[in-house]
């Protein structure tokens, strides 16, 4: 944990409640129980090797600087079990040391909350998730819920931001596992027609940004509420170019549509809702080029609705 990034206004004159995050926050260690813990996935090798903008690698301390000085609320316990860097481009060994992090954390009660980096941080959260199930697998059933503009199911030699839902639709099959992969936000223009018939293939469930913002929320929210009756356990991951350039304009592609925060939010209060919220990230946060803090500001609302308590 780097406590010079947690700092921020004292409201000592102020009756009542008055405590932001950086008051509450503490290392992570084998003494925390319960609770949320953030871990930063400080990489974006997979961007690069994707041909995307570079810079996520800041990401998760940009947004725990804007998560410093919010007002705690709900929230009561935080620890920040500090980054996973990738070191000399080896992106595989940093997805197994967050997997094997993100397994410690859940050992120990805790939720955790990844903040990357770019969006090959999902194929390590899920492997950590899918360490922590263990042999109870087959009794379980995980629901794979993205927030974001493209499918990442692209084919590559290596894993980069663009793979790792075909990943683990790969590593789902060779474990004889169901791949339940529900994506909100598709862009038409932002994936080609390879794309879409493999997410076909794949059975994805997918709802258009173009759908998202001409349906009724309240429709939406009632289909998600269904689908989640049907599984055990959710793990929720937001690539941040699901929302408007306007909205988020410091990530590697920045959408000329994309899905409003609003929608994003009332989607992900559902998902909080249900009890079944087994880890989450937040990707792709890439302070080279926000405008203002805009994005890692956005970051951090979504990571404080995230960590309310349930």
């Given amino acids: 944990m780097d406590h010079s990034l947690w700092n921020g206004r004292l ?3 102020s009756a009542g409640d008055t405590r932001r995050l950086h008051q509450l926050v503490k290392p992570f260690d084998c003494s925390i129980k319960g609770g949320g813990a953030l871990i930063g996935f400080a990489c974006d090798e997979g961007v690069r090797r994707n041909h995307g903008r570079v810079g996520a690698a800041q990401g998760p301390d940009a947004i725990r600087r804007m998560l410093a000085n919010l007002p705690a609320h709900r929230i009561e316990q935080l620890a920040d079990a500090g980054n996973i860097d990738c070191h000399d481009g080896e992106l595989e060994q940093a997805q197994q040391r967050l997997a094997a992090k993100i397994a410690d954390v ?7 909350l990844v903040l990357g980096g770019g969006h090959e941080v999902a194929y390590g959260s899920f492997l950590g998730i899918m360490r922590h199930i263990g042999r109870a697998m087959p009794q379980r059933k995980l629901l794979i819920v993205n927030f974001d503009a493209h499918f990442d199911l692209r084919e590559a030699e290596r894993s980069t931001s663009g793979t790792p839902f075909r990943q683990m639709a790969e590593w789902c099959e060779w474990a004889d596992l169901e791949f339940h992969y529900l994506c909100y936000g598709i862009s038409q223009l932002g994936n080609t027609p390879a794309l879409f018939k493999r997410a076909q293939q794949l059975n994805v469930e997918y709802v258009m940004d173009t759908d998202v913002a001409y349906r009724n929320l309240a429709e939406l929210d009632v289909q998600l509420r269904r689908r989640l009756q049907d599984v055990t356990d959710v793990y929720l991951t937001i690539d941040l170019d699901v929302l408007p350039g306007e909205k988020a304009p410091g990530v590697s592609a920045p959408a000329a549509f994309g ?11 559902t998902i909080k809702a249900s009890g079944k919220l087994i880890a989450a990230d937040i990707a792709e946060c890439n302070p080279v080029y926000d405008r203002d803090g805009l994005t890692a ?14």
């Fill in 106 to 112: 859940k050992a120990q009660g805790v939720f955790p």
């Fill in 297 to 310: 500001k956005v970051a951090a609302r979504l990571a404080h609705l995230i960590l309310q308590p349930d």
């Fill in 11 to 13: 409201d000592h004159d």
């Fill in 259 to 269: 899905m409003a925060l609003e929608k994003v939010e009332k989607l992900v209060a």
